[in-house]
């Protein structure tokens, strides 16, 4: 028995030395990250190689410390080998008390006195010294103290274990995530004779992670977060298919959501990016939009501008300039939400004290998982010129099921109309919706 023993402990050792002898380092080569508006998350997935000896190997995964290691993949791409597994290990530091035990220091009292020797620690809530003899000091008797050393930071490390049937350089998959990276997009409308709208995309990266050469993808729309890896590689491996077809910052539909191809670019920690991808020029128009809600009242008709969109746009802020006296003047701010191609834009640039709207709930039902409702909407024009009103009211999921005029847009959380009216007169819109859940 004892000598089984000694056996098994002789194996420990051996294979604990053979990763301790075989360490190697990962060599990079170009990868992807692929970005989320819906969500600070960024997805990386790079290939790696490794020079590896036969047998265990230890593999520092720099990269990848202080995350968290059940959203980490590490796949082969090679024959003959076989991964044992990733280990992550937080190391605590030490405050700056435990940083100076065995280090001498200089302790001066509030009474003068002042005492030198070895920092042996805490004992019954005093400070113990060993000097010329030994010490117990109350804390609040101290006016300072001299200290040999600051406190030490927490260290934290990664690596994976690999098993090589031969020496030699294999190729890996590496896939992570990370968070609060993510990107949104930002606008600027100037409004002249026509209208000049410019797209930016903002590249924020707060983390302490940083990235050279890499392909960025960009992804816009919802992404549901909450389930597992495939949903990432899925994302990747349509992108891979049709994003190269595709002339640059040109969007690409997949599946409920857009990918734009950015590109090789750098990424550094603590670092925002602002890159123009869209621009476009053309005619608008004057309107006005009043606004209705399920629950009813009366709310302000605002004067907006109205113009066509030419690309897809993502959800985001725009900034509204008006070129004023040989100045450009921003005069509102409002965000969008994801605006088709072929999509009227619509920006609100202030109220109309000349019109008003009201809304009124004529009927509303509610069972399990369905609501019903009968609205009537009404715009009065109190001014002296002829306006034409949008309508929009916002059903969020409804289905229309009747109107007394014929809607001009639909979308799954709104529905539009569109009257004209006379200075003096009350138009009224009578609609029907349901919604299921």
């Known amino acids: 028995m004892r000598k089984r023993i000694l056996t098994g402990i002789f194996v420990i050792f051996l294979l604990l030395a053979m990763i301790v002898l075989h360490q190697t380092k990962a060599v990079d080569e170009r990868g992807n990250l692929v970005l989320y508006d819906s969500a600070k998350i960024g997805v990386i997935e790079k290939e790696i190689s490794l020079d590896l000896k ?14 968290n290691i059940a959203e980490i993949t590490l796949k082969p791409l090679s024959e003959g080998v076989e991964i044992y597994g990733i280990v992550s290990q937080n190391i605590l530091g030490k405050n700056v008390f435990e940083a100076n035990i065995d280090e001498s220091v200089t302790i001066k009292l509030k009474s003068g006195e ?24 109350e804390p609040n008797e ?3 103290m001299k200290l040999a050393k600051l ?29 609060p990276i993510g990107w949104s997009s930002r606008y600027k409308l100037y409004l002249g004779k026509d209208a000049e709208l410019y797209g930016y995309v903002l590249i924020d990266n707060p983390t302490n992670k940083s990235w050279e050469d890499i392909n ?102 725009v900034e509204i300039y008006k070129e004023m006296e040989e100045s450009t003047v921003l005069i509102g701010e409002q965000y969008i939400e994801h605006t088709p191609k072929g999509d009227i834009l619509r920006l609100k640039i202030g109220k109309d004290i000349d019109l008003k709207g009201e ?29 034409e009103v949008i309508i929009r009211h916002y059903k969020y999921r409804g289905k229309i099921l009747s109107s007394t005029t014929s809607p001009v847009n639909e979308t799954a959380n709104y529905v539009e109309f569109k009257v004209t009216v006379k200075p003096g007169e009350k138009k009224e819109i009578t609609f029907e919706y349901e919604v299921t859940y």
């Open 359 to 387: 809304t009124v709930v004529l009927e509303e039902k509610h069972a399990e998982k369905y609501s019903y409702y009968k609205v009537k909407v009404s715009i009065e024009n109190f001014g002296e010129e002829t306006k």
């Open 151 to 179: 406190g030490e930071e927490g260290k934290s490390s990664a690596y994976a274990v690999i098993k090589a049937q031969n020496d030699g350089t294999y190729k890996f998959k590496l896939i992570y995530r990370i968070s």
């Open 54 to 67: 036969k047998g265990l190997n230890e593999v520092p995964l720099k990269e990848i410390e202080g995350l």
């Open 216 to 317: 960025v993808l960009l992804v816009s729309g919802e992404v549901q977060f909450y389930q597992p890896y495939p949903v990432y590689r899925e994302v990747y491996a349509l992108a891979e298919k049709t994003v190269q077809k595709a002339p640059p910052m040109e969007p690409q539909k997949i599946e409920a959501f857009y990918l734009y191809k950015l590109g090789q670019m750098d990424i550094n920690a603590f670092e925002q990016k602002l890159i123009p991808y869209v621009y476009q020029e053309g005619e608008y128009s004057r309107e006005y939009l009043y606004e209705s809600y399920p629950w009813g009242g009366n709310t302000d008709v605002y004067e907006i501008i109205s113009m066509k969109t030419e690309k897809v746009l993502p959800a985001g802020i």
């Open 114 to 137: 002042v005492t030198s020797g070895k920092f042996l620690g805490y004992q019954d809530g005093k400070i113990a010294i060993q000097g010329d003899g030994y010490y117990l000091i």
């Open 142 to 144: 101290i006016a300072y």
